[in-house]
Structure formats: C-alpha cells, structure tokens
C-alpha cells in the first residue's frame, strides 16, 4: 500500500506559472524525497530534504517538510513546458522508499 | 559513468509462466532494490539486496524472488504469472546505509495475456 497521499491528484498551468503539489505520510523517516517521470519511463530524483531540515532548494524547485504535521510541499518556479509529468513524493527509511499517489502536472506553452 | 541499466525493455508473457528481469546498478553503488508500479499508481516496494542477501521485503507474495550477484547485478524472477503481474518493474541502486537518493532505471515494461 501507499504511505500517504498527494495532492492535488492533477494539476494543469500555463508556462510560467508557480506549480505546488503537497505529499502527506504516515511514519517515521529518515529523509523524503521528490521524483519525477516521464511518461513510461524511470524515476528521476529531484531533491532529498533530510528530517532535520525545513526547507531546501535547488534551481526551480523548493521543497518544505513539516515533521510534526508528515507533510511535504514541493514548489517548481517559472514552469516550463518541459516540466509536464508525474511528480512523486517517497519516504525513506532504511532506504526503504514508499512513494506517494502521485501529481500529474500538465504545463501549457 | 553508466547509470541503473535494466533488460529487456518490454515483455510479454502468459498467465502462468515465469519471468525474469535483470538489472545492473550504477557504478559504485552496491544495493539494489526492485519496485512494482501498476499503471496510474506509484512505485511499490518489493525488496532490497545487499551483499547478495535479501535484507528488506516489500507486501509481494512468494512468487516474487530475487538474487544479486556478486558484481552488484540483481535478478527478479516471478513464478506462476498473473493478470495482475502486468506492471512497469523498476530497479534503483544506492550505497548501503548512504541515506542518499537512489538512482533508478528506466525500468522493465512486463504485460501478461
């Protein structure tokens, strides 16, 4: 079964746009960590935030984690096309990951 | 630097047969974990190996084994295939106890007739 849930399940923008998709688990971690696919494809890491930290960011990408609340937020900046695809949120334990449902983001040129 | 590599790319099975998906992580790492996604869903834990043993299992029947070689490499095999088997299968590759991100492959595309 899944750890937890995202949201919101689909999310359509227009190029330039800020995109936030939020994740929400239910035990303990060691890190999470944010991934995106492409269509059919492999799992491409974006960011890991370990569970001692708040807030991180990379490039476009900003992510929070609230322990005491098991939420995570990741915000893309600027959208761009080529953003288009699913993002997955995944607990880690033991390097043990247990991902989220999932946000298909949809970017508009 | 090669990264995760997985064969073959796609496959098509029966019910009942058996199948086995191959995997080689990236250069350096030295764990191999194999993961189910159905479509619409997101990856599920099936299990990890670490110096060829099975250290962690994800809620997959008996009919999901593995094995890991001692050059890293890691096999899946699934006995007795059902419908519900069809799914993309992905591996991912760390260094053990290395709390870093896991490298994945483009993963094995499994469909069952």
């Known amino acids: 079964s899944q750890q937890g849930e995202e949201d919101p399940q689909a999310l359509s923008i227009q190029e330039g746009e800020n995109a936030t998709m939020n994740c929400s688990y239910k035990t303990s971690i060691n890190n999470l960590q944010w991934y995106r696919q492409n269509s059919g494809r492999g799992l491409v890491h974006l960011i890991l935030i370990r569970s001692n930290e708040r807030e991180k960011h990379s490039g476009r990408l900003r992510v929070t984690l609230d322990t005491s609340k098991k939420s995570s937020s990741l915000l893309i900046t600027a959208s761009r096309a080529a953003d288009t695809a699913s993002y997955f949120c995944?607990?880690?334990?033991?390097?043990?990951?247990?991902f989220g449902t999932g946000t298909r983001l949809q970017v508009f040129p | 630097d090669a990264g995760v590599t997985q064969s073959p790319t796609h496959l098509i099975k029966t019910r009942g047969q058996q199948v086995t998906l191959r995997c080689s992580p990236k250069?350096?790492?030295?764990?191999v974990s194999w993961y189910q996604q159905a479509l619409g869903q997101g990856p599920q834990f099936i299990f990890q190996y670490y110096e060829e043993e099975e250290r962690q299992r994800g809620n997959f029947p008996d009919r999901f084994s593995g094995h890991q070689f001692p050059n890293y490499s890691s096999e899946l095999n699934v006995n007795a295939l059902l419908l519900g088997d069809s799914a993309l299968y992905l591996c991912?590759?760390?260094?053990?106890?290395?709390?870093?991100?896991?490298?994945f492959g483009d993963g094995t595309r499994l469909s069952i007739l």
């Open positions: 250069s350096g790492h030295d764990t």
């Open positions: 995944a607990t880690s334990l033991a390097d043990k990951l247990i």
């Open positions: 991912a590759s760390i260094v053990w106890g290395g709390n870093q991100p896991q490298h």
